[in-house]
């Protein structure tokens, strides 16, 4: 089967599109995302872990991180944590359905703690999605 590509379209407006990390260890959601936002005209980028989206960070600009906390290989605590430090320009949208040991609600709230912008409880739907990216983004 050959991928239909899609068009971008530019942001609305005089705005110029946003360079965005997404991080998260389910594909599904990490696609779904990355479709959203590249329909909306934004470049993204994905990893399928915390230790991969740090590489990321380190290697080139972003204006908004969006990661899942409960990942494998480096969560996403860690990784707001160390953006916070290396990069503190960068806003961050935190996303979490909870984790075997922790319900969403309290992963959430102790992303807000370390310092993610706005959080956003999975599972969620494309409206909601883009409301949390415009709390995130001012747009």
């Known amino acids: 089967m050959i991928p239909l ?7 609305a407006g005089n705005q110029a599109p946003l360079s965005i990390a997404v991080a998260d260890d389910v594909e599904a959601i990490r696609e779904l995302v990355r479709v959203w936002l590249e329909s909306m005209g934004h470049s993204v980028v994905t990893a399928s872990s915390g230790r991969e989206l740090l590489r ?18 480096g969560d996403g605590w860690e990784a707001i944590l160390a953006i916070n430090r290396i990069r503190p320009d960068i806003r961050i949208l935190a996303i979490s359905g909870g984790g075997a040991k922790m319900p969403p609600d309290a992963c959430l709230r102790m992303a807000r703690g370390v310092g993610a912008d706005v959080v956003l409880k999975k599972p969620f739907n494309r409206p ?3 409301e949390a990216f415009a709390r995130a983004t001012g747009r």
């Open 5 to 11: 590509l899609k068009k971008q379209r530019k942001p």
């Open 56 to 73: 990321l960070v380190k290697e080139r600009m972003f204006d908004l991180v969006i990661t899942d906390i409960v990942m494998p290989d």
């Open 128 to 130: 909601e999605f883009i």
